[in-house]
């Protein structure tokens, strides 16, 4: 159920490749603030990605193996986070499942 003090919120699904294949799913919640909450399934080569929190507070911030980045919204597809966490886990199958919280300028 919905309630109008959680705001809209919209579902989406992304599939791309960048060095490995992700693919993800999330939902784009507009209330006060913007936020995207989503996993992802990162398969293909996945050799460099680590197990771990990895955060940014000011857009910025490092994530392996792609080292210092920014995070675009895979709803607009080309809003930049203003602030992010992502919790990657090692699956153990050569697969990772990443677990991403973003938030936006409104």
Aim: hydrophobic share 40%; proline share 3%.
């Amino acid at each position: 159920m919905a309630f109008a003090s959680n705001g809209a919120a919209t579902h989406f699904n992304a599939t791309y490749t960048n060095v490995a294949t992700w693919t993800c799913s999330g939902s784009h919640v507009v209330n006060k603030t913007i936020k995207d909450s989503e996993t992802c399934v990162l398969s293909g080569d996945t050799s460099g990605f680590v197990a771990g929190v990895f955060t940014s507070t000011n857009g910025i911030g490092t994530l392996p193996p792609f080292g210092p980045v920014q995070w675009v919204s895979d709803y607009t597809g080309g809003a930049t986070a203003t602030s992010w966490t992502i919790t990657m886990v090692n699956n153990l199958d050569g697969t990772f499942t990443a677990n991403i919280v973003a938030y936006y300028a409104s």
